[in-house]
């Protein structure tokens, strides 16, 4: 049995697992991503993290196949370096990563932006089977995406295709981690959610978005001003997309989507409709799916990744 350790690496938590080929995990596990202590700590966390795996496969009495790493920023997938990064992961463009964790490991190592990796997994085991064609966009610290283009992921010229979050929805807007600003990313994003909740709602549930929807849901008029305001933003980055793409499909990931569900999407995709030209409605509207692999899909992704390389 094949096996490959998957790591996907966000701003806000390091996720893990051992995946076999045919997408069971056998063992997984997170720990904080703690970026503000530097690339070299962030390091020594990969570092641990497969040391980890590679004792619990002999537990298992498997072979460790090899590595796949998804991480937030730009990635040059023929070295493994990473070659931009937002504030999000300070000072992470330039480093090594695949020469590192491969020297360390004496496997293989496959390195690509995390939502890529997320897009894969869904593509393989999720929301994104039915489609050969889909675009998979990511709500979490940021907003990340990937087009797949007949189930593989598309790159573009360098291989930094996808990163939707920095489209410019409000020029002069607010100010983005990239730099730059009105990024959709900065409205859009569970961290502008978090800031708009504090900013209409200053003694409101503030930085915890799971009370926020609770209070939506049940019929709170401050909190629904608040999510009915998201939704509207992150539709009309969807919108956006569907202009430029013409997508059968757009599969929605990320820790706030799978705790909403249907209370969330139903609200996006009306503002969807009502952003989009008909015409791209026709014959039936696209279809904004939630991800099914919810907080595995990058291990997945990136394991596939390792094991299909």
């Known amino acids: 049995m094949r096996a490959a350790l998957g790591i996907d690496l966000g701003g806000t938590y390091i996720k893990w697992g051992i995946v076999t080929e045919a997408g069971e995990v056998l063992q997984e596990g997170q720990t904080p991503t703690e970026s503000d202590q530097g690339p070299a700590e962030l390091l020594n966390k990969l570092s641990a993290i497969a040391e980890r795996a590679g004792l619990a496969c002999q537990e298992l009495h498997i072979a460790l196949d090899s590595v796949g790493i998804g991480t937030a920023g730009q990635v040059q997938r023929s070295s493994g370096i990473v070659m931009g990064a937002t504030a999000t992961l300070p000072d992470w463009a330039g480093v090594p990563l695949g020469e590192r964790i491969g020297r360390e490991t004496g496997l293989p190592v496959v390195i690509d932006n995390d939502v890529n990796m997320i897009a894969t997994g869904e593509a393989w085991l999720g929301a994104g089977r039915q489609w050969r064609d889909f675009l998979c966009v990511a709500l979490g610290t940021g907003v990340g995406g990937c087009w797949m ?3 593989q992921v598309y790159g573009g010229r360098d291989g930094y295709a996808g990163e939707f979050g920095h489209m410019v929805i409000a020029v002069g807007g607010r100010a983005c981690s990239c730099g730059s600003h009105g990024c959709w990313e900065s409205y859009a994003s569970v961290t502008a959610l978090k800031r708009l909740s504090r900013e209409w709602w200053p003694e409101g549930p503030r930085d915890q978005p799971e009370e926020l929807f609770r209070y939506a ?5 401050r909190a629904l001003a608040i999510v009915t305001h998201y939704c509207r933003d992150v539709a009309t980055g969807l919108a956006n997309l569907i202009h430029i793409f ?7 990931g990320g820790a706030i989507v799978a705790g909403q569900g249907d ?3 139903d609200r996006i995709r009306g503002f969807v409709s009502r952003q989009t030209m008909p015409v791209y409605q026709r014959p039936e509207p696209v279809a904004i799916a939630a991800a099914q692999l919810g907080g595995q899909a990058g291990v997945i992704g990136a394991a596939l990744a390792a094991l299909t390389r």
């Open 149 to 151: 283009s007949e189930r």
């Open 217 to 221: 849901r049940e019929g709170d008029q």
């Open 246 to 252: 013409n997508p059968p499909a757009i599969v929605l």
């Open 263 to 265: 209370f969330l999407l």
